[in-house]
């Protein structure tokens, strides 16, 4: 107990509501070499941390935003390729569509005049085969007719001129009778 009655004794000599100043002095030191240690090397050293940080953050940004321009350039400069390239794309379409139109229209029209061509190559090679025909016919009928008709009469018609008379007048009767045929099946149609 003499031990609580010594802190008791001590104790009252002293004010608790009045500081040690020896502590507050010891205090006051520690805390002045703390903190010229924190502004002499702390600070600085979390003020150039600090400095470096938004320094490459605002690098970082600002790479951030010519990256971006460098995008919407590259984006703009490929939808006007893009665009250059559609009507490019459709120019050449219609020429296509154009040139086409014109290889037929040609086609067509060379076509036409070949078939006109050959339509009047035939034309001419039938009227010259026609007119071949007749005269084979003709002298075909003519020998036809002036032997029959020196078998029917019983003389020789061996003479040019006259067998060629008879042959003539022959094949205009044959020519009258026919078209008086084709006369009278024409009106015979028309009733």
Do not use: C, H
């Not at 003499?2 to 020896?22: D, H, K, M, Q, T």
């Not at 040139?99 to 060379?110: F, P, T």
């Amino acid at each position: 107990m003499i031990r609580s009655e010594a802190i008791l004794a001590a104790a009252e000599g002293a004010n608790p509501l009045v500081p040690n100043w020896w502590e507050v002095l010891v205090t006051a030191v520690g805390f002045a070499v703390l903190m010229f240690l924190v502004v002499k090397y702390i600070a600085p050293a979390l003020e150039n941390s600090y400095q470096n940080r938004v320094d490459a953050i605002e690098g970082g940004l600002e790479k951030a935003e010519k990256a971006q321009a460098e995008a919407n350039a590259l984006k703009a400069d490929y939808e006007q390729q893009q665009q250059e390239g559609y009507a490019e794309a459709n120019r050449v379409r219609e020429e296509a569509r154009t040139e086409g139109a014109q290889i037929l229209a040609e086609a067509r029209e060379k076509a036409s005049a070949e078939s006109a061509r050959l339509v009047e190559q035939a034309q001419v090679q039938i009227a010259a085969e026609r007119l071949q025909a007749e005269s084979s016919l003709r002298t075909d009928v003519g020998a036809l007719a002036t032997t029959l008709a020196s078998r029917i009469v019983g003389e020789s018609l061996e003479d040019d001129a006259r067998s060629q008379r008879v042959v003539d007048r022959f094949l205009e009767d044959l020519e009258r009778n026919s078209t008086a045929g084709t006369a009278s099946g024409t009106a015979g149609v028309a009733e």
